[in-house]
């Protein structure tokens, strides 16, 4: 739950807002690349981490919350992106006075 007394000057992180752009592989498949959607202020704040398997290699998934202003076109399909960092978002709740949105992020780290 956003905390609220949240003020826009906490928004201190500039992210990049990406969606997924597909095309066919030629194969059968798809290749997913991002397009840039836009560029907005957040607040990136860590919450837990744990290790885990995929495809036989040790990694790690970081879980982060993301607060950033209200928006209506973010899904999960989209991903922020700060720096190095790449947060796949996992759920989006609306504020209770509907001027934030806060995201529930994953990183993986391999």
Known sequence: MIAPNIQIGDLNRRLVLEA???SDDGAGGVTRLYDVVTTLW???TPLTARSDFIADRLGAALRFRIVIRKRDDLTTRHR???GAHIYRVVAAVESADRRFLEIDAEERED
Do not use: T
């Open 20 to 22: 997924p752009a597909e």
């Open 42 to 44: 957040g607040q990136v």
């Open 80 to 82: 922020l992106l700060d």
